[in-house]
């Protein structure tokens, strides 16, 4: 099932004359995670020869951990820094719900990457849903090299 997306849905500067062709199953499983924070689905993606596997969250998920990396501390500036940072997001994906924009990026955790004869791990990953090859849900089962 594959949906064409529209250069009117992006901000003007990313706007191009050609129609952006996305996996629509792909973007709807990105919008669960998106309304549904706790979900995390595990999920193994081709990406321009990559494999790369993770558990999918939600873009609130995500930016939360990037705060947490960014803002380090307790302190009550660290605190507000990260609402500051958090609140435009949060808008943003409230917003994206109510016009049901269907979700452009997709984020991982607990991610693993094997590229060519190079396999490494990261703790977070975010990549366009456009340029996702192929993906099936679930984890790798059996013997990994």
């Not at 435009?88 to 979700?103: F, G, N, T, W, Y």
């Not at 340029?131 to 990994?144: A, L, P």
């Amino acid at each position: 099932m594959e949906e064409t997306k529209t250069a009117e849905a992006m901000p003007p500067e990313k706007r191009s004359e050609e129609p952006i062709v996305c996996d629509g199953f792909l973007q709807d499983l990105v919008e669960a995670a998106n309304r549904h924070s706790d979900t995390d689905l595990p999920i193994i993606l081709t990406v321009g020869g990559a494999v790369i596997t993770g558990q999918v969250v939600g873009l609130l998920a995500y930016f939360e951990a990037m705060a947490d990396l960014i803002y380090v501390g307790d302190s009550i500036e660290k605190e507000q820094l990260k609402r500051q940072f958090l609140e435009p997001i949060a808008s943003e994906l409230e917003q994206s719900k109510q016009s049901h924009v269907p979700p452009r990026m997709i984020h991982l955790k607990d991610v693993m990457i094997y590229a060519s004869n190079t396999n490494f791990s990261i703790d977070w990953w975010r990549g366009r849903i456009e340029t996702v090859d192929g993906f099936s849900v679930g984890d790798f089962e059996g013997e990994q090299l």
